[in-house]
T-cell receptor, first 111, second 113 residues
Framework: GESVGLHLPTLSVQEGDNSIINCAYS??????FIWYKQESGKGPQFIID?????DKRQGQRVTVLLNKTVKHLSLQIAATQPGDSAVYFC??????????FGKGNQVVVIP | EPEVTQTPSHQVTQMGQEVILRCVPI?????FYWYRQILGQKVEFLVS????????KSEIFDDQFSVERPDGSNFTLKIRSTKLEDSAMYFC???????????FGQGTRLTVV
């Protein structure tokens, strides 16, 4: 299986700027997608989800975009704050509850 | 706010020993899961459990692993004879329905020496 090892793609962003994190998924049958945030030493924390019948969903300061044509998912964080520093994982599932997690992206917010 | 709780937070065990990782899912949830995360890697699915039986398991979940819901609140993962490569963070999760948000616990760090 895939392994990211100890080197995650890292996005450094200035506090107050917007962040965009991208994720490519492989299963065209996937119908439910979730973004999770993981802080060091903690479990994944739900941020936002989207179903395959939608292409955009907004939450508080976050927006998820889904492009099924190219199997791409993105997470936009508005006005990034220091508390947003974490690893962000996308996850997908299709017809069951087995989540397949992506490789993760490290976001570092610079004060 | 309801949460998934896991105990212990850290378990050190000798190779070949049995370990039981414990979880209390959110009380009205029906689906329960175990995932693991080897240090620095992505989260990997182990097993899902619904209606008192395993509904799906991954290739990682071999005969050394078992799950149980011994009462109305606990959900356990047993590793019968631990190996060094079982060292990882083990996360329990639960969800209320199919294709709904899964809530994760804080994890148990298992170290096999």
């Amino acid at each position: 299986g895939e392994s990211v090892g100890l080197h995650l793609p890292t996005l450094s962003v200035q506090e107050g700027d917007n962040s965009i994190i991208n994720c490519a998924y492989s299963n065209s049958a996937s119908d439910y997608f979730i973004w999770y945030k993981q802080e060091s030493g903690k479990g994944p924390q739900f941020i936002i989800d989207i179903r395959s019948n939608m292409d955009k969903r907004q939450g508080q300061r976050v927006t998820v975009l889904l492009n099924k044509t190219v199997k791409h998912l993105s997470l936009q964080i508005a006005a990034t704050q220091p508390g947003d520093s974490a690893v962000y994982f996308c996850a997908e599932t299709h017809g069951n509850n087995r989540l397949a997690f992506g490789k993760g992206n490290q976001v570092v917010v610079i004060p | 706010e309801p949460e998934v709780t896991q105990t212990p937070s850290h378990q050190v065990t000798q190779m070949g020993q049995e370990v039981i990782l414990r979880c209390v899912p959110i009380s009205n949830h029906l689906y329960f899961y175990w995932y693991r995360q080897i240090l620095g890697q992505k989260v990997e699915f182990l097993v899902s459990f619904y209606n008192n039986e395993i509904s799906e398991k991954s290739e990682i979940f071999d005969d050394q692993f078992s799950v149980e819901r011994p009462d109305g609140s606990n959900f356990t993962l047993k590793i019968r004879s631990t190996k060094l490569e079982d060292s990882a963070m083990y996360f329990c999760a639960s969800s209320g329905g199919m294709n709904t948000e899964a809530f994760f616990g804080q994890g148990t760090r298992l170290t096999v020496v």
